[in-house]
């Protein structure tokens, strides 16, 4: 599956992870709109869930600071879709919830769209990746094997009525 990274460039450039896998050629990253492709965004406005029905070769997600990240900002072409109840690792926002960063997007992007291995060499590059793995590993293996966005809205709403 091809990775793409929308780059806002308006976050601390030393903990930008889409900058850090683009470094190691595991994203591509684009500068504007019109230069990043057509394929399933990720985007927390969306109003259908990520579901495994979602299957697609190209994957994009916007990294821009969370300040910054009002509906507006997604204006990007392509299939929008919300990932459902996560829980982020990153040292920024660890613990608190649907504050991902972009690898963390994408990861769990890429299991619940059935590709784990792709997943885990994304957060093999950062320190707290196996946690974030650890901390989801429930809500991302449910989710994974869900038929579409109705059955991972269900499971995600067990999650938020806890």
């Known amino acids: 599956m091809d990775l793409h990274a929308r780059y806002a460039g308006d976050d601390d450039p030393q903990k930008c992870t889409a900058r850090k896998l683009a470094r190691f050629?595991?994203?591509d990253l684009h500068r504007s709109d019109r230069e990043t492709p057509y394929g399933v965004v990720l985007n927390p406005h969306a109003e259908r869930?990520?579901?495994p029905a979602d299957a697609?070769?190209?994957l994009?997600?916007?990294d821009c600071s969370w300040e910054s990240a009002g509906e507006a900002r997604f204006s990007l072409p392509g299939e929008h879709r919300a990932l459902p109840y996560l829980v982020a690792a990153n040292p920024?926002?660890?613990g608190r919830p649907m504050q991902l960063t972009t690898v963390e997007?994408?990861?769990a992007a890429l299991i619940v769209l059935g590709d784990r291995p792709h997943a885990e060499r994304l957060l093999a590059k950062f320190t707290w990746g196996e946690t974030?793995?650890?901390l989801n590993d429930e809500p991302l293996r449910r989710y994974a094997d869900c038929a579409d966005s109705e059955a991972v809205v269900a499971v995600q709403s067990e999650y938020l009525d806890r």
């Open 60 to 62: 994009v997600a916007l």
């Open 56 to 58: 697609t070769d190209t």
């Open 132 to 134: 974030f793995l650890e």
């Open 25 to 27: 050629d595991l994203v």
């Open 105 to 107: 997007a994408l990861a």
């Open 49 to 51: 869930a990520l579901s």
């Open 92 to 94: 920024v926002n660890f």
